[in-house]
């Protein structure tokens, strides 16, 4: 149980264009989804944090119009980079927790590879 | 601010070898803390945790133990294999805010 599934799991788009990550919870209801981001040999960094039906909240340095998050429902949440330019090539992971069977501790997403052309 | 520190990698092992990462931080309150492996291309997966002091967690052969006195929470194996190479990230859930605060991660080469 507990899973969560990202997708797509690789993207490669032209700069200047939207690119979505959506990132489901399975079996289970995501109150709460973290949005990271991994540059290449590097930790993870918090990009925001979003509550199902409330606007995500950002951490000091992201740009909330450039990263917009949806959580719209208790199994979905997406982030969509918008205007991509090379620099937002990254990793980008989401997590989830929630009610239900959800081993303390997040459950995270297998990732998506961004690379902007 | 909370923060999270582990030892420089890479670490080089050769099979069957004794394993240590250590790990230390930096909280106020009460953080949970947690090991978390990567392997080239995924996502993290929870390896294991420890919600209080003096509380040991455990999984697939590795181990650490929650250590207030010394802030510390090392992770160790008694004998790694080639399958344990992967990037490993200790990391805390903040008592305060509820965040998951990584350490820069320790990347794990195992040879056989």
């Known amino acids: 149980g507990a899973v969560v599934s990202q997708h797509p799991s690789r993207v490669i788009c032209k700069s200047g264009t939207s690119v979505k990550i959506e990132c489901r919870s399975l079996?289970?209801?995501?109150?709460?989804m973290f949005w990271y981001r991994q540059f290449p040999k590097k930790s993870l960094m918090l990009m925001a944090t979003?509550?199902?039906?409330?606007?995500?909240?950002?951490e000091q340095g992201v740009e909330k119009d450039k990263f917009l998050i949806n959580h719209a429902s208790l199994t979905l949440s997406t982030l969509t980079v918008t205007s991509a330019h090379p620099e937002d090539s990254s990793f980008y992971i989401c997590?989830?927790?929630?009610?239900?069977?959800?081993?303390?501790?997040?459950?995270f997403g297998s990732g998506t590879r961004l690379t902007v052309v | 601010g909370d923060s999270v520190t582990q030892m420089e990698g890479p670490v080089t092992l050769s099979e069957e070898a004794f394993l240590t990462i250590n790990c230390t931080y930096t909280a106020t309150g009460y953080p949970s803390l947690f090991w978390y492996v990567q392997y080239p291309g995924e996502g993290l997966q929870l390896l294991l945790k420890a919600t209080k002091a003096d509380d040991k967690g455990s999984n697939k052969g590795f181990e650490a133990t929650y250590r207030k006195e010394t802030t510390s929470f090392h992770l160790e194996k008694g004998s790694v294999q080639v399958s344990d190479s992967a990037v490993y990230f200790c990391a805390l859930r903040s008592g305060n805010t509820g965040k998951l605060i990584f350490g820069q991660g320790t990347t794990l080469q195992v040879k056989p």
């Open positions: 997590s989830a927790e929630g009610s239900g069977a959800v081993p303390y501790g997040y459950t």
């Open positions: 979003s509550n199902e039906g409330s606007k995500a909240t950002y």
């Open positions: 079996d289970f209801q995501a109150t709460t």
